[in-house]
């Protein structure tokens, strides 16, 4: 089964745990159901490794034994490093389609130069305010809600609507909120986005559990914010 018709469905599945050999399913007498399991899961730690988690769905769409013995890939907090779609950008305005018209987005891997058209039906309720680590980040267009959304497993987490605190920190014009900028940061057990408005003193956050965004700085206007490797920085008007 091809990477692409693999990466398309919804998987549910529990947080990946550290990998290690359950209860051993009865396997097949031959083909690739017959390799022993320790050779699976090393196949399984190099793939992983290499950062492409649409050749881990791949590798465990192969046969029901690989499946039944390694972690399904849909964490559905979304908080595992491993299970992010690393090498994975978004080319939005590649065919001058808009994602949200045509409820899908490219993809090209950086490492392998392949490229994978993904198809998100909630795009059609939605408008994507960024990327990080591949995953897509989501505002929704009447509640203002964020959503993150791993492209590959489908996996979302849901964050709280930004109108309250925009209103309060930001103002009643509608334009900055259209050009917000959002990146996913936070450590190996926890995930949060951070939301900058430009031109705007202010940048706001929440985690999944959170009711309402906070305020995390006040006072400076920046030129961008980028995330890398879990924190966020930011580029000052007229630094060099």
Known sequence: MSPETVAGRKRK?????PLAPGKRPARASGGWASLPTDIVFLVLRRVLAGGDIVDYIAFR?????????TPPPGNPTLRDPRLRPRDWVALCDGDAVRPDDACEIPFF????????RVHLPELRRYRIVGFTDGLVILLHKSTTAVRVVHPFTRAAVDLPPLVRVYR???GQYKYPMLQMVA????GANSI????WFPSKTVV?????DDTDWKVIYRGTCFLTILPFQGKVYTIL???R
Not at 183 to 186: A, H, Y
Not at 192 to 195: F, I, L, S
Not at 204 to 208: D, G, I, K, S
Request: glycine content about 10%; overall charge positive.
């Open 237 to 239: 008007w007229g630094s």
């Open 109 to 116: 891997n950086t490492r392998t130069a392949r490229r994978i």
């Open 13 to 17: 599945g529990a947080s990946l745990a």
């Open 61 to 69: 769409g192969v046969c029901f034994y690989w499946r039944a013995c």
């Open 204 to 208: 706001l956050a929440a985690e999944p």
């Open 168 to 170: 309060k920190e930001v």
């Open 192 to 195: 949060a986005v951070a939301v």
């Open 183 to 186: 990146v996913v940061c936070g």
